[in-house]
């Protein structure tokens, strides 16, 4: 598998995690150009993982689509609405009446293979029509969700947490293009794992990453802290 990285101002994120993580990985970044499936086709003459610069990739032997699975298919990807297809946390969107559905694709990180495609896109509108996709599973792409900071009950957004712990991929972009996060995203999203990534980001962007990240590690600690004090207490 070769890496395209979507040239941004967290890029550095991505190209250290790649690094450290995966040394043999072959990568190059780019600009988007005129849209990440263009670009990618431009490109790449291989399967290719395209991610936007500021994720966090920790790609291990397994995680990867089977390639005689994938070499029928033009992508892999994971829904927009992370749990658009849980059975019990689907609801939670038209709670908070949000726009996402089942149907949207995350087009920040995705598997492409180019043998499938006959022509270049001019863009990214409209590429998925009549294109077959294999999904990733939720635990491979651990993102940020608006269910997440709203609805979601601290159970499950402590559930959700813990799969982060091995996620091959910690994808929190709509955080740190706001550099905002509340409490129960801080506990949801694994801002942490970003912290050793930093070398190379602007003072702006490092300031937000070390900001997310040390209120994960705040909260965290607590938690884990009231967890073992619960377990001293006396019946």
Same mark, same amino acid.
């Given at each position: 598998m070769q890496y395209l990285v979507i040239d /941004?101002?967290?890029? @550095? !994120?991505?190209? /250290?995690?790649?690094?450290k993580n995966m040394p043999d990985a072959?990568?190059?970044?780019? #600009?988007?150009? %005129?849209?990440?499936i263009p670009t990618a086709l431009k490109l790449c003459t291989e399967p290719t993982l395209v991610?936007?610069?500021?994720?966090? &990739?920790?790609?291990?032997e397994g995680d990867l689509p089977d390639p005689e699975l994938f070499k029928k298919k033009h992508l892999a990807m994971s829904r927009?609405?992370?749990? @658009?297809?849980? #059975?019990?946390?689907? =609801?939670n969107y038209n709670l908070i009446r949000s726009p996402l559905h089942e149907g949207g694709v995350d087009m920040s990180i995705f598997i492409i293979n180019p043998s499938k495609w006959k022509s270049i896109?001019?863009?990214?509108? /409209?590429?998925?029509?009549?294109?077959?996709? &294999?999904?990733?599973?939720r635990y491979m792409n651990h993102r940020d969700d608006p269910t997440l900071g709203t609805c979601m009950g601290g159970q499950d957004i402590i559930r959700y947490a813990s799969l982060g712990e091995d996620a091959s991929v910690h994808n929190y972009l709509t955080h740190l293009y706001s550099g905002q996060a509340n409490v129960r995203e801080t506990f949801g999203c694994c801002f942490d794992k970003l912290l050793p990534y930093t070398e190379g980001l602007g003072e702006q962007q490092k300031e937000i990453v070390? =900001? !997310?990240? /040390? &209120?994960?590690?705040v909260r965290v600690g607590?938690?884990?802290?009231?967890?073992? %004090?619960?377990?001293? @207490?006396p019946d």
């Amino acid at each position: 598998m070769q890496y395209l990285v979507i040239d /941004n101002e967290f890029t @550095a !994120l991505t190209v /250290n995690s790649i690094k450290k993580n995966m040394p043999d990985a072959k990568y190059t970044v780019a #600009p988007i150009g %005129d849209g990440r499936i263009p670009t990618a086709l431009k490109l790449c003459t291989e399967p290719t993982l395209v991610v936007t610069g500021g994720i966090i &990739l920790n790609i291990k032997e397994g995680d990867l689509p089977d390639p005689e699975l994938f070499k029928k298919k033009h992508l892999a990807m994971s829904r927009e609405a992370v749990f @658009a297809d849980h #059975p019990r946390w689907k =609801k939670n969107y038209n709670l908070i009446r949000s726009p996402l559905h089942e149907g949207g694709v995350d087009m920040s990180i995705f598997i492409i293979n180019p043998s499938k495609w006959k022509s270049i896109p001019k863009n990214d509108s /409209n590429f998925i029509l009549g294109k077959k996709i &294999l999904y990733m599973p939720r635990y491979m792409n651990h993102r940020d969700d608006p269910t997440l900071g709203t609805c979601m009950g601290g159970q499950d957004i402590i559930r959700y947490a813990s799969l982060g712990e091995d996620a091959s991929v910690h994808n929190y972009l709509t955080h740190l293009y706001s550099g905002q996060a509340n409490v129960r995203e801080t506990f949801g999203c694994c801002f942490d794992k970003l912290l050793p990534y930093t070398e190379g980001l602007g003072e702006q962007q490092k300031e937000i990453v070390e =900001k !997310l990240g /040390n &209120l994960t590690k705040v909260r965290v600690g607590k938690l884990r802290q009231m967890m073992v %004090d619960i377990k001293k @207490a006396p019946d």
